[in-house]
């Protein structure tokens, strides 16, 4: 490597925030290792992305925070347990969100489940790529049910709304959960 060229790594590195020493062309100890670091990092962030069908990933972890326990608990039950490949889209969500989907046509009611944690969007994916057909959230749906009933934690599949099907869509019934349970 030229002295330009590694000059041009180690401003790179720096900027990633993965090599703290000069900018001096001089492919040291220090440089070599930022690189590890930024290797390692990007490892990581690949499998997350990637994921893998059964444990939850970081992104999901992220994505159900604030959710209800048991819903969560749900969720990690069924990641473990189905064949099918998914992940979390969306779970608590704001009062401002709220308002953006309902001006979007995206949602109908701002009595949604999102706001207080009971509800989760999860994201279908054959052979790697998402999905919004309902036929492949039948078996999600399925599998959902299935370890519901096993846990004995009540849900409801948006995909069963005879007006607003909504097959991304699972929250805990308004039955056995209130907005404060
Ligand atoms: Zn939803």
Not at 19 to 33: E, H, N, P, R
Not at 35 to 44: D, F, H, L, Q
Not at 129 to 144: I, P
């Amino acid at each position: 490597m030229s002295k330009k060229h590694i000059k041009q790594s180690q401003r790179q590195l720096k900027k990633a925030g993965f090599y703290f020493g000069a900018i001096d062309g001089d492919w040291g100890a220090l440089s070599v290792k930022a690189t590890k670091k930024a290797i390692e990092s990007n490892a990581v962030k690949l499998k997350d992305e990637s994921g893998s069908s059964k444990g939850l990933t970081e992104r999901d972890k992220k994505r159900l925070a604030g959710v209800h326990k048991d819903l969560q608990r749900l969720v990690k039950h069924v990641k473990k347990t189905s064949d099918v490949d998914f992940f979390v889209g969306e779970g608590r969500r704001t009062t401002k969100r709220q308002k953006q989907l309902i001006k979007q046509a995206k949602s109908t009611t701002m009595n949604s489940r999102h706001l207080t944690g009971h509800a989760v969007d999860l994201i279908v994916r054959v052979d790697g790529k998402v999905t919004w057909k309902l036929k492949h959230y039948r078996q999600l749906a399925k599998d959902m049910k299935k370890s519901a009933k096993k846990l004995g934690i009540p849900i409801t599949w948006g995909g069963d709304w005879k007006t607003f099907k909504d097959g991304v869509h699972f929250q805990l019934s308004w039955g056995s959960y209130s907005k404060y349970t």
